[in-house]
């Protein structure tokens, strides 16, 4: 554990007291390797999520709505999404061992996760026809899982 910037506790691996040590104390902390893994099973497991989804609305559709579907989800994947687990590869790097592991995701990301996660249901909930459903979510299905391959790179290098 890190030591604290009370002079009382300097060069001592105990918390500060207050709620901030306690916070100190019980923050779950992992290794930017196994940070590196959480982002990349995060996107994966979303992937592989929305995936299903599409596949079961697009079994009987046609098969042009997969082929646009996955087209276009390569397409946000190489212009949108690899960008983004680019910058928080860096930034699990950037904070080190020892950091928290849900900080694997930057607060605002974890909002977005959440927004995108009730924009989802919203959509399911509407009339909506499923095969046009299939089709936007085989590209955000797409686009997460190809742009997954940058955390799963950077937490198989060897040096991270």
């Not at 982002?39 to 709505?65: D, K, N, S």
């Not at 930034?91 to 061992?97: D, H």
């Amino acid at each position: 554990m890190e030591s604290s910037s009370d002079p009382r506790f300097r060069g001592s691996t105990a918390a500060p007291p207050g709620p901030q040590g306690v916070l100190q104390r019980w923050k779950p902390r992992a290794s930017s390797r196994v940070q590196l893994v959480l982002g990349a099973l995060l996107w994966t497991a979303a992937a592989g999520i929305l995936g299903f989804r599409a596949f079961t609305w697009l079994v009987e559709a046609p098969a042009a709505f997969v082929v646009v579907g996955v087209a276009v989800g390569l397409l946000k994947a190489r212009f949108l999404l690899d960008g983004a687990a680019s910058r928080a590869v860096s930034r699990i790097q950037a904070r080190g061992r020892d950091a928290c592991a849900g900080g694997f995701l930057s607060l605002w990301s974890w909002a977005l996760v959440l927004l995108m996660i009730s924009a989802g249901h919203a959509l399911r909930l509407t009339s909506l026809p499923r095969p046009w459903l299939g089709l936007l979510y085989a590209a955000v299905a797409t686009a997460l899982l190809f742009a997954s391959r940058k955390y799963w790179r950077a937490a198989s290098a060897p040096a991270v």
